[in-house]
């Protein structure tokens, strides 16, 4: 089949809504759009002006191919397009087939798209109102026909836009836009944004088994390169990315490893439901200049003879692992598996999760691992929630409420400056900050000394405060370290 379609930059919709009432058009429900597009092994779409992606629409899956655009006013371009099963299974299983098969991902683009359907010179046409998250408001009008109808087809789409009035019309695709766009064009000089734009279409060496991952170090180390992992279960933000600038900065070869590592999830927490948008994840790591993502399978993690654990006795049965029974024995295993796998000579943690930064020293200490632990500050949005994966669960209203971690925290932190050194009546007013707040249920507050992680009575030397709060059946915790006598914040 041919797609016809033309495409008009809008400042709103408002024109459009009001013919499509007069021609009595039938307006189709909203729906939320994620396009993932990906790149070919042998030749590089952009250059071809081909496209080939993945769209989830809500639950449903499916792929599509474009062919080049052929010549006319009308854009015009051969689409096969074809259905797989819904769910997130289903597309995760896809793009791993697509990304074994050599295909890179580049971009993803999220829209909310409400169409209308309707007759016009014998044809049926669809108008598309789409507000595309970074690029603004569109709309496209589409006509999807046979080649003998090619003509006749265009002429009617051109007829029906000038009817509309439509006439800023854009040529580029959403991909090509959003990939000019990276990164935001205020950021950095004409020749830097055009160094990043460069590199952001190429992508770094993607590999998911052990002998490849091995070879892949290998080759870097034959090259004196210094190797820096940031382990990460992906669903990748700000704070991620912080760790890998730090990598970066610091090593010659950084290595992103995404794994949502079943072990440290227990029986009815969200493993099934763990956000994994692969493809956004390797855009983020091209952007960042990572050099190999490693994207293991469960399988290749855990083969089904699997025996081996590693437990890093009392610390991990204390603040969250007292709620997350296994959750850090999951944890310590997974992460010497990929230090095995990868040998870093550094690897990078977030201090957001200060237990198991603690934890995984004492791991590295006692088992005498040859790698370096680096912990990296805690990024915060603008109203002081830490970045974290599980962010996505919570709506707007629970979005708004749980800045009361951080507000608690810093309490505690102005009490401490006020002199306080009692560690009860701290707790105290946390919970209670914590209780006053809607929809807030609290899991722990607790003040630790870092070393061991016991709780003290009294503050002195450098304490981890930390507390995990409940939003419905969305955990999300927070922590600051305080060296008493000289208070930090070193988020
Ligand atoms: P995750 O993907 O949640 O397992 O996190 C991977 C790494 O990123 C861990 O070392 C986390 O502590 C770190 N991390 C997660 N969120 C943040 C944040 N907001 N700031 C700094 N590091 C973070």
Redesign the pocket.
């Known amino acids: 089949m041919l797609e016809i379609e033309m495409k008009f930059s809008v400042s709103d919709f408002s024109a459009l809504e009001q013919h499509m009432a007069n021609w009595r058009a039938t307006p189709q429900l909203a729906i939320e759009e994620a396009d993932h597009y990906f790149n070919a092994p042998d030749r590089d779409f952009a250059r071809t002006d081909e496209a080939f992606r993945l769209r989830c629409i809500g639950i449903q899956n499916r792929i599509t191919y474009k062919g080049p655009k052929q010549g006319g006013l009308a854009k015009t371009r051969t689409e096969i397009e074809l259905a797989l099963e819904p769910g997130a299974e289903a597309a995760d299983k896809w793009r791993r087939l697509a990304v074994a098969l050599g295909y890179r991902p580049t971009a993803v683009v999220k829209k909310r798209r409400t169409c209308y359907d309707f007759q016009r010179g014998g044809f049926a046409l669809q108008a598309c109102c789409d507000e595309v998250e970074s690029l603004g408001r569109f709309v496209e009008i589409e006509i999807v026909t046979n080649a003998e109808q090619k003509q006749r087809a265009q002429d009617v789409i051109l007829q029906t836009t000038r009817e509309l009035g439509l006439t800023s019309s854009e040529q580029r695709s959403y991909l090509e836009m959003v990939l000019a766009n990276l990164p935001p064009l205020s950021l950095g000089t004409p020749g830097e944004r055009r160094e990043i734009q460069e590199r952001s279409r190429l992508t770094p060496t993607i590999t998911t088994t052990v002998a490849d991952t091995r070879n892949a170090i290998a080759a870097a180390r034959t090259q004196g390169k210094r190797i820096g992992l ?11 990315e ?2 890998i600038q730090t990598a970066r900065r610091e090593t010659d070869f950084v290595v992103v490893s995404i794994f949502v ?1 079943q072990t440290q999830f227990g029986p009815k927490e969200d493993l099934s439901r763990y956000p994994r948008p692969f493809d956004a994840d390797v855009a983020l790591c091209a952007r960042a200049n990572v050099d190999l993502v490693f994207q293991p399978t469960p399988e290749v993690m855990y083969p089904a003879s699997f025996k081996t654990f590693v437990e890093v006795n009392e610390m991990q049965n204390v603040l969250c692992g007292a709620a997350r029974l296994g959750h850090f024995r999951g944890v310590a295993t997974v992460v010497l598996k990929l230090f095995n796998i990868l040998q870093p000579d550094v690897a ?6 200060a237990q ?2 603690r934890l995984l020293m004492q791991m590295v200490r006692d088992l005498d691992v040859p790698v370096e632990l680096r912990i ?5 949005a603008a109203d002081g929630l ?5 962010n996505v669960y919570l709506d707007s209203e629970q979005r708004r409420h749980a800045t009361v971690l951080f507000r608690a925290l810093e309490l505690i932190r102005a009490r401490i400056d006020a002199g306080e050194r009692q560690a009860e009546p701290l707790i105290r007013a946390a919970r209670a900050l914590i209780d006053a707040t809607p929809g807030a249920r609290v899991d722990y507050v607790a003040i630790v000394d870092f070393g061991q992680l016991q709780p003290i009575e009294r503050l002195q030397g450098e304490v981890l405060v930390a507390l995990a709060v409940y939003f419905g059946t969305t955990r999300l915790i927070d922590n600051m370290l305080i060296d008493v006598g000289h208070v930090s914040n070193v ?1």
């Open positions: 940031v382990p990460t279960m992906g669903a990748l933000h700000a704070g991620h912080s760790l590592n990078y943690f977030g201090q957001k999760d198991q930064a990296c500050p805690i990024v915060r830490a970045l974290s994966s599980r988020s």
